[in-house]
């Protein structure tokens, strides 16, 4: 994750057996401020990299190694969007990583450190499509085989959530929004996940999980909390 205080990356190693993570040391990073934080694993080197964006629009692409229990990071690509970023999500089969652009849409680059430095903007991520307004936000990847599967953008201004087609021009599919349930809605949304493995008969097709900026116990505002939805039931209204 990004550690906005001290300026760097900081890394945790999780244990198999007994789910607890122990933190491994930071890479500090050459931004003014950092912000959003996403990794990357090569499908061509299997080599990992850590992106990191700042407010100003640049971003840095670290190669991380491992020595033992040392963790180090060396720069090798520097990145630019025109305003302000902040999620960030990459393909580790598709060698891409997206960038979303808070007041610009989402951007699309090669994620290899020799890809260079051009970008696409994917059509209908921002103002260009009425069922998207900003911020845009979190970002995330539900992988399906063959390249298959969506990306997924937390439209913050409309507490919606945007889906594009994961390969190709990303096409944009639909949006789609949490409402009232057993538990309050969503609003505001930053981060975003999701996971498509099956995670017992309420999540067969795996879970969405979005952070919920204003939380709700009947008529009582109280701390933000994390709503897990089933993807069956997301997928099936996109259809």
Request: charged letters at 25%.
């Amino acid at each position: 994750g990004s550690h906005r205080d001290r300026l760097s990356m900081e890394f945790w190693l999780m244990n198999r057996d007994s789910s607890r993570m122990s933190h491994i040391g930071g890479v500090s990073s050459e931004l003014e401020d950092v912000y959003g934080f996403c990794l990357y694993r090569s499908p061509r080197t299997q080599d990992l990299y850590a992106f990191v964006n700042s407010k100003t629009g640049d971003i840095e692409q670290w190669k991380l190694s491992m020595t033992g229990d040392s963790l180090s990071g060396e720069k090798v690509r520097t990145l630019k969007v025109p305003s302000q970023p902040e999620g960030m999500v990459a393909d580790d089969s598709l060698a891409v990583i997206y960038i979303g652009e808070e007041g610009g849409g989402i951007h699309r680059f090669g994620a290899e450190p020799q890809d260079g430095q051009s970008s696409k903007r994917l059509k209908l991520s921002g103002e260009d499509n009425l069922a998207i307004q900003y911020d845009i936000e979190g970002l995330t990847i539900y992988y399906k085989p063959n390249g298959k599967g969506y990306l997924i953008a937390s439209s913050q201004g409309n507490n919606t959530y945007a889906v594009f087609e994961r390969s190709g021009e990303n096409k944009y599919l639909g949006s789609f929004e949490i409402s009232d349930g057993v538990v309050d809605g969503v609003s505001e949304t930053d981060g975003i996940d999701v996971i498509r493995y099956p995670l017992g008969d309420d999540y067969p097709q795996g879970m969405f999980v979005c952070q919920d900026g204003f939380n709700f116990e009947g008529e009582t505002k109280v701390a933000q909390n994390f709503k897990i939805v089933s993807w069956e039931n997301i997928e099936r209204n996109l259809k």
